[in-house]
């Protein structure tokens, strides 16, 4: 067993290193993390990178971001080697077969690697929980509760591993609660000491397309092929769902019902489902047989490394159409996919720097989601004479208007200032300050 979970380490570790770079990450909130990690480490105060704010990764993060920015993505890939070797170490203790294969497949999933070789918050709580999913089925109950507290102080949504794990619990149920409360409390006091009840508000952004929500509980968390896997491999186990004993069976379900309403009541990424991972694969070391589980792994690395879906132009050559969209299936996967985002947002926010510097005076440049990435190389939010910012309501609008200030947009800014604020293009009228999008993006 140890040989395993060394060798589990060291298999989750080396497949991160390659795709830790470019920068933070391609989502904008690894970056938004880095920024308040850099702030926290320069005014020594707590800054959250966004409400409900992650205390304990983004203080961690102001430690290590001295040694050098490439210390925060080396973090996640960190704990999602301890991740993995703990849900193995937890399969075993619950005598299921296959153990190392599952632990594998975790490993392997599109959204678990991908958000194990960036800045974000999903590593560092789902690596915690799995720590208490571990402790909890060796008979540790209070060690258990510190790991859940813990994981609550990297994403607050951590809670509702309370209920899984702690159906799973061997030992005392009123001690596993009260430390992780004890521990919950204090990784998140930092956010509610600086913003009081506020730190709880969270983000909202409208309404998403049920299509949008299909795709992000599916290819986004399991990839091309490895959604073709999880739908076989689920058909399987439904026949054979009698064989998981009943706490587990309790366990799986509460699991998918709690992160499936989570998710559900804001769909805007498939990583809010990367909870559910360990319950779906303990469904499967469960029910299906041993060489099931070993295709089902390789099918999880086929599925990062192999395939991926891209949104093309109309006058593509190659191109299905779909939901009024234009796909095409490319060689790659999604941990290529991911490496080439961070590439193309890097350049587009150089571009826009380069473009910056030769604007008008007292230009505004609405950036949308590049805003975090920017702020990086221009803190103060300007470069040179013009000001760089996320979106502009309407009161924001009309007052630039009445100064006379010219507006630039990415193309990205203006199609949200739509979603967001119902601001048409006409209405904005704001010159495009780079070329409207790259030849081909991820799909969706």
């Given at each position: 067993m140890?040989?395993?979970?060394?060798?589990?380490?060291?298999?989750?570790?080396?497949?991160?290193?390659?795709?830790?770079?470019p920068?933070?990450?391609?989502?904008?909130?690894?970056?938004?993390?880095?920024?308040?990690?850099?702030?926290?480490?320069a005014?020594?105060?707590?800054?959250?990178?966004?409400?409900p704010?992650?205390?304990?990764?983004?203080i961690?993060?102001?430690?290590?971001?001295?040694?050098?920015?490439?210390?925060?993505?080396?973090?996640?890939?960190?704990?999602?080697?301890?991740?993995?070797?703990?849900?193995?170490?937890?399969?075993?203790?619950?005598?299921?077969?296959?153990?190392?294969?599952?632990?594998?497949?975790?490993?392997?999933?599109?959204?678990?690697?991908?958000?194990?070789?960036?800045?974000?918050?999903?590593?560092?709580?789902?690596?915690?929980?799995?720590?208490?999913?571990?402790?909890?089925?060796?008979?540790?109950?209070?060690l258990?509760?510190?790991?859940?507290?813990?994981?609550?102080?990297?994403?607050?949504?951590?809670?509702?591993?309370?209920?899984?794990?702690?159906?799973?619990?061997?030992?005392?149920?009123?001690?596993?609660?009260?430390?992780?409360?004890?521990?919950?409390?204090?990784?998140?006091?930092?956010?509610?000491?600086?913003?009081?009840?506020?730190?709880?508000?969270?983000?909202?952004?409208?309404?998403?397309?049920?299509?949008?929500?299909?795709?992000?509980?599916?290819?986004?968390?399991?990839?091309?092929?490895?959604?073709?896997?999880?739908?076989?491999?689920?058909?399987?186990?439904?026949?054979?769902?009698r064989?998981?004993?009943?706490?587990?069976?309790?366990?799986?379900?509460?699991a998918?019902?709690?992160?499936?309403?989570?998710?559900?009541?804001?769909?805007?990424?498939?990583?809010?489902?990367?909870?559910?991972?360990?319950?779906?694969?303990?469904?499967?070391?469960?029910?299906?047989?041993?060489?099931?589980?070993?295709?089902?792994?390789?099918?999880?690395?086929?599925?990062?490394?192999?395939?991926?879906?891209?949104?093309?132009?109309?006058?593509?050559?190659?191109?299905?159409?779909?939901?009024?969209?234009?796909?095409?299936?490319?060689?790659g996967?999604?941990?290529?996919?991911?490496?080439?985002?961070?590439?193309?947002?890097?350049?587009?926010?150089?571009?826009?720097?380069?473009?910056?510097?030769?604007?008008?005076?007292?230009?505004?440049?609405?950036?949308?989601?590049?805003?975090?990435?920017?702020?990086?190389?221009?803190?103060?939010?300007?470069?040179?004479?013009?000001?760089?910012?996320?979106?502009?309501?309407?009161?924001?609008?009309?007052?630039?208007?009445r100064?006379?200030?010219?507006?630039?947009?990415?193309?990205?800014?203006?199609?949200?200032?739509?979603?967001?604020?119902?601001?048409?293009?006409?209405?904005?009228?704001?010159?495009?300050?780079?070329?409207?999008?790259?030849?081909?993006?991820?799909?969706?």
């Amino acid at each position: 067993m140890r040989r395993n979970a060394a060798a589990l380490f060291l298999i989750v570790l080396l497949t991160r290193l390659p795709f830790l770079g470019p920068g933070f990450g391609a989502d904008a909130d690894a970056w938004r993390i880095a920024g308040a990690a850099r702030t926290i480490a320069a005014e020594g105060h707590y800054v959250a990178s966004r409400f409900p704010g992650a205390p304990l990764v983004e203080i961690a993060d102001s430690l290590l971001l001295p040694v050098g920015p490439w210390t925060l993505p080396l973090a996640s890939a960190l704990w999602g080697a301890i991740g993995v070797v703990a849900f193995y170490l937890a399969l075993c203790r619950l005598g299921a077969r296959g153990c190392f294969w599952a632990a594998l497949a975790l490993a392997f999933t599109p959204v678990f690697w991908i958000h194990t070789t960036d800045a974000m918050d999903y590593a560092w709580a789902l690596g915690l929980a799995l720590v208490g999913l571990a402790f909890a089925v060796h008979g540790r109950p209070t060690l258990a509760g510190l790991a859940i507290g813990l994981a609550i102080g990297c994403r607050i949504t951590s809670a509702a591993f309370l209920v899984p794990i702690g159906l799973l619990l061997v030992g005392s149920r009123a001690r596993f609660l009260v430390a992780a409360a004890l521990a919950a409390g204090l990784a998140l006091a930092p956010s509610f000491l600086t913003y009081g009840t506020r730190f709880l508000s969270g983000y909202e952004f409208g309404r998403v397309p049920w299509i949008f929500v299909v795709k992000a509980a599916t290819r986004d968390v399991w990839g091309v092929i490895g959604t073709v896997a999880v739908g076989v491999a689920t058909l399987f186990a439904l026949t054979r769902i009698r064989s998981v004993p009943e706490r587990e069976r309790w366990a799986i379900l509460s699991a998918l019902v709690l992160f499936g309403g989570l998710f559900l009541r804001l769909p805007h990424d498939g990583a809010y489902l990367l909870p559910i991972l360990p319950f779906v694969l303990l469904l499967f070391v469960r029910t299906l047989p041993r060489p099931m589980l070993v295709a089902f792994a390789i099918a999880m690395a086929s599925s990062s490394l192999v395939l991926h879906l891209v949104e093309v132009d109309a006058s593509s050559k190659d191109r299905i159409p779909f939901a009024g969209r234009f796909l095409d299936v490319r060689l790659g996967g999604p941990m290529f996919a991911e490496r080439r985002q961070r590439f193309d947002h890097q350049q587009i926010r150089d571009q826009i720097v380069a473009r910056a510097n030769a604007l008008p005076g007292r230009a505004i440049v609405l950036v949308y989601e590049q805003m975090p990435a920017l702020l990086w190389v221009a803190p103060t939010g300007r470069i040179a004479t013009t000001e760089i910012v996320h979106l502009l309501d309407r009161e924001a609008l009309g007052q630039a208007r009445r100064e006379g200030r010219p507006l630039f947009a990415t193309q990205d800014a203006i199609q949200a200032e739509w979603a967001v604020y119902g601001v048409s293009r006409r209405e904005l009228d704001a010159q495009l300050i780079i070329e409207p999008r790259l030849p081909e993006r991820e799909a969706g």
